[in-house]
């Protein structure tokens, strides 16, 4: 009789915990659906319920930056940018809507201090940081002028 119940109870944890691995995962995939289809507040619950499952999810941080972007909410796109470079510093995707947020601060440090990160962990938007370093440049001298 104990063998069966710790069987059923082993069975029944098992199973719970593949929901919830799989739930999460399901959270993710059904947000990012909901992004292409310009669905962002529904997407936004998706990727705040995958947080809430694996507050680690670095992916769902940067989507939910991406739709505070679209919504030009600059503070919570900067808070969830954060995150992602907190779970994951070398994510250039995360650095370059760093940089990009900092030259509308206008600062001009923490713009180089990136770009430096960013230059040595590139591999797709690689000619994104020529772009913002050059106009980085261009802004710097009517800064000085000043």
Known sequence: MMKKLKLILLFYFAINFLNISLG?????D???KLYKDKKYEDARFMFEKSI??????SNSYLYLAK???????QNKEEK??????LIQPNNEEAILMSMKIALEK??????????KTFTKVCIELCGEN?????????LEPKNNES
């Not at 809430?52 to 999810?57: A, Q, S, T």
């Not at 969830?80 to 470079?85: R, Y």
């Open 24 to 28: 999460n995962e399901n959270f993710f």
């Open 30 to 32: 059904k947000g990012l």
């Open 52 to 57: 809430v499952f694996n507050p680690k999810n």
């Open 67 to 73: 739709i505070y972007n679209v919504e030009e909410d």
């Open 80 to 85: 969830n940018l954060e995150s992602v470079l």
């Open 106 to 115: 206008s600062n001009y440090s923490k713009v180089k201090e990136l770009s």
């Open 130 to 138: 020529k772009v913002i370093l050059e106009t980085l440049e261009n």
